[in-house]
C-alpha cells in the first residue's frame, strides 16, 4: 500500500549537478527503510543509498562524496542530491521504501527487501 513517484531526473554534462525527489504518499512508517536503486541496460539493480528514520545514512561505495541522501518531512519526498555526476551515473533511479527492511541498526542494500517502489526516473550523464 502506497505510492512513490520520482522526479527530476534528466540529462547533464559530466560534472554538474542533479537533484532526485521521490514523493511519498499513501505510505507512513517513522520506523522504515528508504532507499535509492539505479539500474542500467544488461546490470542488476544496485542501492545507491539508504535512510532510516532511526540509523545512520549509507551510500555505495561509489558515490561517496558526491551524493547525498535526504528525508523533508514537511513535503514527505525522500530526496538524492547528486554532484559532480559522471558518466557511469547513468542509469534508471528508483526509490523504494519498505518497514521491515533493516539489518540491525541500518537499512538493508539488497533490492528483494523492498516492497514499495517507484516507476523509476531516467538520468543520462554525457562525457
Known amino acids: 500500500q502506497g505510492e512513490l513517484v520520482e522526479s527530476g531526473g534528466g540529462s547533464a554534462q559530466a560534472g554538474g549537478s542533479l537533484r532526485l525527489s521521490c514523493a511519498v504518499s499513501?505510505?507512513?512508517?517513522?520506523?522504515?527503510?528508504m532507499a535509492w536503486f539505479r539500474q542500467s541496460p544488461g546490470k542488476q539493480r544496485e542501492g545507491v543509498a539508504t535512510?532510516?528514520?532511526?540509523?545512520?545514512?549509507h551510500y555505495a561505495a561509489s558515490v561517496v562524496g558526491r551524493f547525498t541522501i535526504s528525508r523533508d518531512n514537511a513535503k514527505n519526498t525522500l530526496d538524492l542530491q547528486m554532484n559532480s555526476l559522471e558518466p557511469e551515473d547513468t542509469a534508471m533511479y528508483y526509490c523504494?521504501?519498505?518497514?521491515?527492511?533493516?539489518?540491525?541498526?541500518?537499512?538493508?542494500?539488497?533490492?528483494?527487501?523492498?516492497?514499495?517502489w517507484g516507476q523509476g526516473t531516467q538520468v543520462t550523464v554525457s562525457p
Open positions: 523504494a521504501a519498505d518497514s521491515g527492511a533493516w539489518v540491525g541498526w541500518q537499512c538493508s542494500f539488497e533490492m528483494s527487501r523492498y516492497r514499495l
Open positions: 499513501g505510505y507512513s512508517d517513522a520506523n522504515g527503510c
Open positions: 535512510m532510516g528514520e532511526i540509523g545512520s545514512r
